[in-house]
C-alpha cells in the first residue's frame, strides 16, 4: 500500500465518451501529479497541482482536463479521446513538489477504441 | 534540456547472477537528484534511491547498490545475487533540485529485467 490510490485500475473508453480518473492521496502530501506511461515510451510528466493550484501543464492536450478539488484528491477528465491516447495513466504525490520522492498510484490502464 | 538514457532495453538472467543496469544522464544544472524507481508487475512505481548531485558517495542497501560517477555523467545500479522478486523494469530518473521544479522528474525509458529461477 503506497498512499496513493488509483481507480479505476482499467478503463475501455470510445472516442465520443466522456470519462474521469479518480486520484486520492492519504499521506498529506502538497503536491500531486499526472504522468503518462506509453509503450516503449518513457514516462512523461502531464500536469503538477501544488497546494491545489496548477503549476505545471506539459503541452497536454485540452481532450485532457485534470482538477484538483482539494490536496488530497486529483482527477484527468477524458474527452473524444485518440486510439494513441491508450496507455498507463500514474498519479503520483509528494510533501511539498520540490525535487523529493514521489509515491506512486497503481494507475489506470486505459483504453481507447 | 534533460535526458535521461538507458541504453539496456532487456535484461535476462538466472537467479543468484549480479546484474547491474546502466543509467547515463545530461543537464546543464549544477544541482540535481537523480533517482532508481521500480515498476513491478502491479504497475505502481516504487522509490529506491534519491541521491543529490553533490554526494558522489556510493550507497548499498542490502543487495542493492548504486555507483554514481558525476565525471562520466552515470548512475548505475546492481543487484548482487539477483532473485526471481527483482523482475520489473526499473527507471532511472532526473530532477532539478532547484525551488521550482516541482518534481518535474525526466525518466529513462526503463530496462526490463527478468529473473529466471
Known amino acids: 500500500e503506497t498512499g496513493v490510490t488509483q481507480t479505476p485500475r482499467h478503463l475501455v473508453m470510445g472516442m465520443t465518451n466522456k470519462k474521469s480518473l479518480k486520484c486520492e492521496q492519504h499521506l498529506g502530501h502538497n503536491a500531486m501529479y499526472w504522468y503518462k506511461q506509453s509503450a516503449k515510451k518513457p514516462l512523461e510528466l502531464m500536469f503538477v497541482y501544488s497546494l491545489e493550484e496548477r503549476v505545471e501543464n506539459n503541452s497536454v492536450p485540452s481532450r485532457f482536463s485534470p482538477e484538483c478539488p482539494n490536496s488530497s484528491h486529483l482527477f484527468l477528465h477524458l474527452h473524444t479521446l485518440q486510439p494513441e491516447d491508450s496507455a498507463l495513466y500514474l498519479c503520483a504525490s509528494s510533501p511539498m513538489g520540490g525535487g523529493e520522492k514521489l509515491f506512486f498510484g497503481s494507475g489506470t490502464q486505459l483504453s481507447v477504441l | 534540456a534533460q535526458k535521461v538514457t538507458q541504453a539496456q532495453t532487456e535484461i535476462s538472467v538466472v537467479e543468484k547472477e549480479d546484474v547491474t543496469l546502466d543509467c547515463v544522464y545530461e543537464t546543464r544544472d549544477t544541482t540535481y537528484y537523480l533517482f532508481w524507481y521500480k515498476q513491478p508487475p502491479s504497475g505502481e512505481l516504487v522509490f529506491l534511491i534519491r541521491r543529490n548531485s553533490f554526494d558522489e558517495q556510493n550507497e548499498i542497501s542490502g543487495r542493492y547498490s548504486w555507483n554514481f560517477q558525476k565525471s562520466t555523467s552515470s548512475f548505475n545500479f546492481t543487484i548482487t545475487a539477483s532473485q526471481v522478486v527483482d523482475s520489473a523494469v526499473y527507471f532511472c530518473?532526473?530532477?532539478?533540485?532547484?525551488?521550482?521544479?516541482?518534481?518535474?522528474?525526466?525518466f529513462g525509458q526503463g530496462t526490463i529485467l527478468t529473473v529466471h529461477p
Open positions: 530518473a532526473l530532477a532539478n533540485a532547484g525551488g521550482t521544479s516541482y518534481g518535474k522528474l525526466t
